[in-house]
């Protein structure tokens, strides 16, 4: 169940018991906490990430309804996370008891996001990412592996760059990618490299790029989750852009 929902209850439910949903949210949190310590990091980190976001958000919402002195709160939208309001005013003692709960949630998503970010540097400082062959000047193009210990595969993708315009002037972008081909582990990258332009002319300088894991972590919810952020910041960098993560 998504955390965020957790507390709407809370809000709206006449006979809502606040020890039950801090009981509930607790448990959402310890099972997340329990995929971190097994190496499993996504979806977890981003569900985490999101919701620490939507609490501050909510969060600074509920202090400025506290401090104009309007207690006409009904419920939560989860889509816009707007407060709903309507007369009769709620009370002064429900939604303070509310504000603590978010703060309180707040707090617990925070111990177990900065756990998932210890969890992301790790896996970080444990893989390698080299280039295959010259990088050429125009990379928002091309390729990358990662190697599979426990396939003895290289799995290959494709991946473009795509930018967005947001408010303002700054400029971000956010990266596609999708499966090619798996190829033995005992194949030579470059090897690999030359049948992909084979294979697929349109591309034929293509910036490539493969992930050597030094640990046995679990390849779909850590490996290649994170070695496509890794690749993402490296075009990020180059490029002198932001990413859009």
Known sequence: MDILSLLTGFVIGPNTDLESTRYRILARLRSIRSEFRRNVLYPHYIVVNEAYKDLCRLAKSL????????????????????????????????????????????????????????????????????????????????YWFVRSTADRLYRVFRYSVGRVTLVGEDKMFSMCTGPVADFPAHRVPVGIKMELIERFPELPVPAVFVFNPKLELPIDSTVIPSAKRMLLRYVAKKTNRPPLL
């Open 63 to 142: 202090d400025e309804i506290s401090r104009s002195n309007s207690y006409d709160l009904e419920g939560v939208d989860l889509h816009s996370l707007a407060l709903i309001r309507q007369m009769p005013q709620f009370s002064n003692i429900d939604h303070d008891l509310f504000s603590d709960l978010v703060l309180w949630t707040s707090g617990e998503v925070k111990s177990v996001l900065d756990e998932g970010y210890s969890l992301c540097e790790f896996v970080d400082e444990n893989m390698d990412m080299e280039s295959v062959g010259i990088v050429p000047n125009r990379i928002n193009e091309g």
